[in-house]
């Protein structure tokens, strides 16, 4: 049996983009029957049908589309490595690939000013994700370090924590009776409609259950900026960490801290303990926590 090679994966990724076994030859530059060929011979070794050919068009299957994905994931950290020894070992230039939350607001902006300005060398790959999605792509090498939001599992992980931050609860002035107060209760959210994204589920769960109220959950989803889009429509309220605040419009818009021991979250910048991390991505954790000490 042949071992997968990466030219047959970068063909197998071309045809399902451009939905054709024509399109693909084109695109590649190559002739249709030796990319017919290695497509063959790498269902041959997966063992599974990847693709369902038309007179027109190829369609992918279910293993098919399992397997683009992982392709892409395997392309692009072989092309992170060779990028990687271009730059080894120094900390003073280089490439980092850093992936980063929706919600990390203008805590990363402003420790990005001071880290640019002492590592002018430095450039960076830049992947958003929500945390469990970083912390995948951590462990599979896609990237080295990531701003990431508690709560997470920091088992395995280097780990350096950003101060605690407040949930904010965010929605129009039809939904907070007492406009003067700065901060809202518990209390004063039952009955009301929530959204926030499920990452928050068992903060906001301990909040509720600890003054004996069941939530109102409106809206579940997977990115802050979606919180506070539907907020902004009146659809409810807004549960979002206190740094992502401003960077939605605040016309038309409350932002109330929600009086609560038990809603705080923290940034976390974090690599991995085991396996090679390199110097940029060290030196950027590390950096990282000596700012947010004098925060």
């Known amino acids: 049996m042949n071992p997968i090679n990466s030219k047959q994966l970068y063909y197998f990724t071309v ?3 451009t939905g054709s076994f024509t ?25 599974v049908k990847l693709l369902e ?20 994931d395997i392309l692009s950290m072989m092309d992170s490595v060779s990028g990687d020894l271009k730059h080894f070992p120094s900390s003073a230039r280089g490439v980092l690939k850093l992936g980063t939350i929706s919600s990390s607001g203008t805590v990363l902006v402003d420790f990005l000013k001071v880290f640019t300005s002492a590592h002018p060398g430095v450039r960076f790959e830049v992947t958003e994700g929500n945390t469990y999605e970083l912390l995948e792509k951590m462990k599979n090498g896609l990237v080295e370090c990531s701003i ?3 709560p997470f599992n920091p088992e395995g992980l280097e780990c350096v924590y950003g101060k605690k931050e407040p949930i904010m609860a965010v929605g129009i002035p039809s939904f907070f009776p007492d406009l003067s107060n ?5 209390t004063e959210l039952a ?17 509720f259950q600890n003054s004996g109220i069941e939530p109102d959950i409106f809206c579940r989803n997977d990115d802050a900026r979606t919180c506070l889009q539907w907020a902004k429509a009146g659809l409810g309220i807004a549960l979002v960490p206190e740094s992502i605040c401003c960077s939605m ?23 991995k303990k085991n396996g090679y991390v390199s110097n940029i991505a060290k030196e950027f954790v590390n950096s990282f926590g000596e700012h947010t000490s004098l925060i």
């Open 249 to 271: 419009g605040q016309e038309n818009l409350l932002f109330k801290e929600i009086d609560s021991p038990d809603t705080v979250t923290r940034i976390a910048a974090v690599y």
């Open 191 to 207: 009955g009301k409609p929530l959204i926030y994204y499920r990452r928050f589920d068992s903060i906001i769960s301990l909040a």
């Open 15 to 17: 045809i399902s983009e």
């Open 53 to 72: 050919r038309g007179a027109k068009k190829a369609e992918l299957t279910e293993a098919g589309t399992y397997l683009y994905f992982k392709a892409k």
């Open 148 to 150: 990431i939001r508690t």
């Open 182 to 186: 700065q901060k809202v209760s518990i």
């Open 23 to 47: 399109a693909a030859a084109k695109k590649l530059g190559i002739s249709q029957p030796p990319l017919s060929k290695q497509i063959m011979l790498l269902e041959e070794e997966m063992g």
